[in-house]
């Protein structure tokens, strides 16, 4: 089974580069994350031309989450209990999504970007963070049901969290998604019994997900790693391999990231 996370950044904007991806890379599984938009606006329309079911959870022209499967999908759920609402009237952000896709729980997770350390939204994305470490960690106890549960959250983290994950780390002194903060709460999601799996298949350095738009980024290579895979332990041992597709960063009308793909054995 192939498994693939990409922050989209606008479905609309990109459905043919989703479609062309499915198709050139076999995936089987892909969620997306920053869809940017209602849940009748998505294009499911081409995904089920393809072959595959969809699943979303979109409220508006912001944020956005989904779920695209030919191997099934089942048990959607458009967030995770416990998730913290934002704003002055708060409501539950479409940031999270999950469906059983071939026997694993996938989770498309968009966590809140933080803003500036003085932000309320900072406190929100930490708030985010452990409410997540909390439900994933009941996903795995033995309440739970299945000691081999098939567990995959995967997505945009907004957090690098190893100064080798960004470009220069000087650059980033006082900002977000390197604090130790920010560090600490990424972390204990392994402390909740999940591994992240691409640092076991991919290279420590310079292994970017997201190149910002300005500023010639991508060209010059300064980017940030902050798409991540945390498996259960089941799971984790099925993973073969990690790719991260840096050639979707290339061309007219590409996005920011670039997907990121997970090879598991039967």
């Known amino acids: 089974m192939r498994l693939a996370t990409w ?7 990109r459905t043919d580069r989703a479609i062309a991806f499915l198709e050139r890379t076999g995936t089987d599984v ?3 994350q920053e869809t940017k938009c209602k849940d009748e606006q998505f294009p499911r329309e081409a995904f089920e031309a393809a072959g595959y079911e969809v699943a979303t959870s979109g409220f508006s022209q912001w944020n956005g989450v ?4 030919r191997v099934g999908l089942a048990d959607v759920e458009r967030s995770f209990v416990g998730q913290p609402a934002w704003g002055e009237d708060p409501v539950t952000e479409a940031r999270a999504l999950g469906a059983t896709c071939g026997g694993v729980r996938v989770w498309s997770l968009y966590v809140p970007n933080g803003r500036d350390v003085d932000d309320p939204h900072f406190t929100y ?26 567990v995959a959250m995967v ?18 002194a ?17 402390s909740a019994g999940y591994t992240e799996v691409s640092r076991q298949h991919l290279p420590a350095e310079h292994t970017y997900t997201y190149w910002d738009y300005q500023q010639l980024r991508f060209p010059r290579n300064e ?3 902050i798409d991540f895979t945390w498996a259960s332990p089941a799971l984790a041992a099925r993973v073969t391999g990690v790719t991260v597709d840096r ?20």
Do not use: C, Y
Not at 66 to 69: E, H, L, Q
């Open 7 to 13: 922050n989209i950044n606008s479905i609309r904007a």
């Open 30 to 32: 892909l969620a997306l």
């Open 66 to 69: 989904a779920v695209v499967s």
């Open 125 to 150: 994305k930490l708030e985010w963070l452990a409410a997540l470490r909390t439900q994933a960690e009941s996903w795995l106890a033995p309440a739970a049901g299945d000691p081999t549960a098939q």
């Open 155 to 172: 997505g945009d983290w907004n957090v690098a969290p190893l100064d080798t994950d960004v470009w220069d780390i000087g650059f980033f």
């Open 174 to 190: 006082g900002k977000t998604h390197v604090t130790p903060a920010e560090r600490a709460a990424f972390a204990a999601i392994g």
């Open 223 to 225: 980017g940030m790693r």
């Open 247 to 266: 050639n979707e960063r290339k061309g007219k009308g590409a996005s920011d990231h670039v997907p990121v793909i997970l090879d598991l054995a039967d």
